[in-house]
């Protein structure tokens, strides 16, 4: 059975920092490229952040580059997202994907609130 599962997100002040994990399961983790999404109230599902199967190569939407690092831990099945300098713009639901080809699954996502 696949399974992604979010962890680490709440509630954090401007100008904070948050980490994400994803610890996935069920699949060959090592042969899939992983990406995290994001949702805000009202908005389309956005790529903000993916790397390579082998963790080599790494991309970033220009609204988090430079604040956002993702990273991941093939020997433990894992997939991070560093968030510094949060912004209430961040706020959204944070989703861990990952993608092979044509075959992709995606988690639950956990809630990321940035507010003073």
């Known amino acids: 059975q696949v399974q992604l599962v979010e962890s680490g997100g709440g509630s954090v002040q401007p100008g904070g920092s948050l980490r994400l994990s994803c610890a996935a399961s069920g699949f060959s983790f090592i042969t899939y490229a992983m990406s995290w999404y994001r949702q805000a109230p009202g908005q389309e599902r956005e790529l903000i952040a993916a790397?390579?199967?082998?963790?080599?190569?790494?991309t970033y939407t220009n609204d988090v580059k430079g604040r956002f690092t993702i990273s991941r831990d093939n020997t433990k099945n894992m997939v991070f997202l560093q968030m510094n300098s949060l912004k209430p713009d961040d706020t959204a639901v944070y989703y861990c994907?990952?993608?092979?080809?044509?075959?992709?699954?995606r988690g639950q996502g956990t809630q990321v609130t940035v507010s003073s």
């Open positions: 790397i390579s199967s082998d963790g080599g190569s790494t």
């Open positions: 994907n990952a993608r092979r080809g044509i075959s992709q699954y």
